[in-house]
Each structure stands twice: as C-alpha cells, then as structure tokens.
C-alpha cells in the first residue's frame, strides 16, 4: 500500500509554502520553434589513442538554427549563398514578439502601425491615433452642429 502524503496547510503569516514541482507541456512542435529561435551550437573534439599514440582526431563544429537566428549572432553561411534574397531581407529585419498574440512581427509595424495577427497596437501608435483624432474633430463636429443648429432654427416659430 502506497504512503499517504500530508495535507498541505495554508501558511500561517510569515511562513512561506513548500516548493511544488512543475512541468511545462511543450509539444515537439514548439521545442523545435525554440531550438530555431535560440539556435544549438555543438563543439567537440574527439581523439582516440591507444597506449598514449594518437590513432584518430575528429573535430565537430555544428550549429543548428533557423537564418534569422544566425543573422542575428553572426554565424557564417555557405558560399554560395544569395544574401540579396526578398526572404533574406524578411529574415535580417528586426523582429519582436506581440505582447497580446506573441507571434513574431517587426519592431518597427509593431510599434508604428499594429499587430497583423491579432491587432494590439502600441501605446505610440495610440497615442499617434488619438492626435490625429483631436487634429480632425473639430473641422468635422463643428459645420455639423452648425447645421444642426440652423435647421432648428428653421423650424422655430
């Protein structure tokens, strides 16, 4: 028969409550989304050697990441490839994650313009939003009260 474990109490003022494990379910999905977006890069030296005589030396470099990963720390690329590419330039652009969707998006349409995914917009962008708002409204309230008012006037005795 199984141990029973104690009851947890609510702790009394002052204590503090025992630290409970926990574990993120990430799907492969997204351990392979934060392998790209962190990048994984491996060295290794390996030798073998027989009674101190050196019988075979392998030196691994790897790195595993996705372009922009690599852009972004400098990795070096294979000759031969096309940097004047239109998904190159997609890849060197500056990117930030959406505070509301937390897709990536660039820096400069997150904060100028809105989110394209889910539609937050900056505080900047609003309060660019609201100036323009208070710029337009009154060329727009005010021939519309004055008509207002003079078809009031119209009607009158």
Request: a positive charge; proline letters at 8%; one cysteine or more.
């Amino acid at each position: 028969m199984p141990a029973k474990r104690p009851a947890l109490k609510a702790p009394m003022e002052g204590e503090t409550m025992p630290m409970q494990p926990a574990r993120d379910r990430s799907t492969l999905a997204d351990v392979i989304d934060k392998l790209l977006d962190k990048g994984l890069v491996i060295n290794a030296d390996i030798l073998v050697s027989v009674a101190g005589v050196e019988l075979l030396g392998i030196k691994l470099r790897a790195a595993l990441a996705s372009f922009e990963t690599a852009a972004r720390y400098g990795l070096e690329f294979p000759s031969g490839t096309n940097l004047q590419t239109a998904a190159w330039r997609e890849a060197t652009v500056a990117k930030e994650s959406c505070p509301q969707c937390g897709k990536m998006v660039a820096v400069e349409e997150l904060l100028r313009e809105a989110c394209p995914w889910c539609g937050w917009q900056s505080p900047r962008r609003q309060a660019l939003v609201a100036q323009a708002v208070t710029q337009q409204a009154p060329a727009v309230t005010q021939p519309a009260v004055q008509t207002v008012a003079g078809s009031v006037r119209g009607r009158l005795p």
